[in-house]
DNA sequence: CGCACTCACGTTATTGTATAACAATTGTGC
DNA sequence: GCACAATTGTTATACAATAACGTGAGTGCG
């Protein structure tokens, strides 16, 4: 395990403005990269989960876009969250049903997430190699397309 | 790298009368040994799993119920199927809002599952050591208490 | 027996999550 | 202008899960 054990920035003090920063600035370049555009919509769902390395449901999301007057159907909030994950820039947490900023959306990466039942926090990890599941998979004949590990317990906070 | 890769039933031929009849004693053997019943209800949406090594939903479960006079109402499905995960014989694809049966109920074991999108098989692997993660969980000072993983992509025969 | 207690199930209602389907609008390039 | 893709607006619906309360069977005990 010589991993370095990157940090985990769900948890760790760090320099949140920039997280936001760059993700909207990653954001806004994929975006057009891809010839499609970062609407106020978008960016706003970005924003929101951009307050904190928490996870949201869809609908707190769209109960925030409707007090900002930008829409009130649950369509908006899943079309906006959709094209974020497409980005690349949102994660899905399949365990609550709800969805978190990606903290390293430059590099393609298998996320992992370590999940406090308590507060909802959310810390991602890139996934480690993934052992012998890849080798079992590919044995097996099976082709992975995404895969996601999340592991669920208490944060440092919600401990003691 | 010199995991074995156990087979993973979920893709492979192999004997599945004998999951059926062994996954059954189990669940009866566990369920008597914690005071508890394996009732007709609990019996039978463990059998209707069993019928193969695909996820299923809980109304998908609830409507065969119903067919056989058992039950037509949401709790009944959800209360079964709480019952068989509790006992660790059944588990929840947590990406498919699905139920599918344990092929290794004995032993305690971190599941890690392949998920054909196409077909909905599921083959389950024993989780490797989750390398990196749990060391950086533990660098953070996050306790795991559960994890799951789950790949999707195309099985041997929906490829092709 | 009478009583307390747990397990299991029946039932109604409600909440939460997500998508289908179709209309309307905007912008861009030819 | 016109075709076309992207985006949003809107209504309705499907799918997933739980809350809350009541019923009855079984067990143990004085
Ligand atoms: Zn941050
Ligand atoms: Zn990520
Ligand atoms: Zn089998
Ligand atoms: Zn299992």
């Not at 940090?7 to 320099?15: M, R, S, T, V, Y």
């Not at 769209?62 to 649950?74: E, F, I």
């Not at 369509?75 to 399949?94: K, S």
């Amino acid at each position: 395990m010589s991993d370095p054990a990157p940090p985990l920035e769900g948890f760790a003090a760090h320099d949140h403005r920039r997280c936001r920063t760059e993700t909207l600035a990653v954001a806004e370049r994929l975006s057009t990269e891809r010839g499609l555009k970062l609407t106020p919509i978008r960016r706003r769902v970005l924003e929101i989960l951009l307050e904190g390395h928490r996870a949201l449901g869809a609908y707190d999301i769209l109960h925030r876009l409707a007090q900002d007057g930008l829409g009130s159907q649950p369509p908006v909030a899943y079309r906006a969250l959709n094209f974020l994950r497409d980005l690349g820039v949102v994660h899905r947490i399949e365990k609550l049903n709800a969805f978190v900023v990606c903290t390293h959306p430059r590099d393609a990466h298998v996320p992992a997430f370590l999940i406090c039942r308590k507060c909802s926090s959310v810390a991602e990890a890139s996934a480690p190699s993934q052992g012998g599941l890849l080798g079992a998979a590919a044995q097996a004949g099976f082709a992975i397309e995404t895969s996601v590990l999340e592991a669920e317990g208490l944060c440092p906070d919600c401990q003691g």
